[in-house]
């Protein structure tokens, strides 16, 4: 599917903005971040940035939303015929491959995720994801009265493991995720036996 040109520019001004907040954030700090300097930073009206972005919250922390839709996109683009697993396994390698990251832009997004003011929007971050890959594990999953038990539960826990992953990742500075994801899945599985 070909996107189109006033969808790129779309993209490009959220991108913009987000980058500006990033910025703006590791120069000055998430406390002193204005919506305004963010505006004014990406060369757009404070209305613009309404029609992005609610918050501050969710300009800086774009980047996770956009990687956690972007992931449950390559699960449901995978074979039908893939195990739920094995298409997690698959979309995460890919996911990895788009997503391979600037380590400077890491150092920023590692400070970013531990300030306690972003902490509420990084939970309803989290709950959006994990209720869209409950969605799309219980396209995959066997019908029966308990899929979407089934499916919520496995939703949690992948989330779960793909946040320790990315959280180790950024401590250990590796680059190597989908790696750490199989270890962590592996363990998970042990875990419930």
Do not use: C, W
């Not at 209305?47 to 922390?61: D, G, I, P, V």
């Not at 089934?150 to 250990?172: D, I, M, N, P, Y």
């Amino acid at each position: 599917m070909t996107i189109g040109l006033r969808e790129r520019k779309k993209a490009a001004t959220r991108q913009s903005l987000h980058d500006a907040a990033v910025r703006l954030a590791a120069e000055h700090g998430v406390e002193h971040l204005t919506v305004e300097a963010i505006a004014d930073a990406a060369t757009v009206s404070r209305r613009t940035f309404s029609n992005y972005f609610a918050s501050k919250e969710q300009a800086l922390l774009h980047h996770d939303s956009a990687r956690t839709v972007r992931l449950v996109e390559l699960i449901r683009a995978r074979p039908a015929e893939e195990s739920l697993m094995t298409a997690v396994i698959r979309a995460a390698e890919q996911h990895s491959a788009e997503f391979a990251a600037d380590p400077a832009q890491e150092e920023h997004y590692r400070t970013l995720r531990l300030h306690p003011a972003l902490l509420p929007e990084l939970v309803a971050t989290y709950a959006a994801a994990e209720r869209d890959l409950a969605e799309a594990a219980e396209e995959r999953l066997p019908a029966g009265p308990d899929t979407p038990l089934r499916a919520q539960v496995l939703a949690a826990t992948l989330l779960a493991a793909f946040r320790v992953v990315g959280q180790t990742a950024l401590e250990r500075r590796e680059h190597d995720v989908v790696d750490l994801l199989r270890q962590a899945i592996g363990i998970t599985r042990e875990g419930f036996r």
